[in-house]
């Protein structure tokens, strides 16, 4: 069992990669997705949307000027996402994406780490910061680790094709 793993800067491609593969494989998946929930002065406000029954949490908001995680929501929602997922029979973990808004929230890391063990293939997408629980991941021996900031979207492409559509 091979995992992929996305990574690279903001806007490199890694979401929209990760669903191109779903998409090439046809196959449902169970996960969420992070999407912009709102625009602020700040930067974008996210919220985390659950693929098996569409409801939606916010999962970071302004505070003092800044974009700040809201690890409630991560250690709460976030944690039955991904319960609800591996509970499920679809045939692949979507986590898109895992960034520092989660640095706070154990429950929810505790489950991202369940979920690389549940026995299924997960396509995850990374942001890319040094953060322990990131870094743990990409080094899993299990994890096909395709890093948008060193090779093309094209030759990322490729790399996926060859590694899990053959």
Known sequence: MRHLVLTGARQSGKSTLAQRYLAETGQR????????????????????????????????????????????????????????AMASEVPVLLLDEIGRFERTSPQFLAAVEAVFSDGRPVVAVLKQEPLPYLEAIKARDDVVLVDLDTVSREKAWEMVREEFLK
């Open 29 to 84: 998946c169970a996960g969420y997705r992070t999407k912009v929930r709102e625009q602020t002065v700040a930067g974008p406000i996210y919220e985390m949307e659950d693929l098996l029954t569409g409801q939606a949490e916010p999962i970071s908001r302004l505070e003092g000027g800044q974009i700040v995680g809201i690890p409630d929501t991560f250690d709460g929602f976030g944690t039955q996402v991904l319960l609800r």
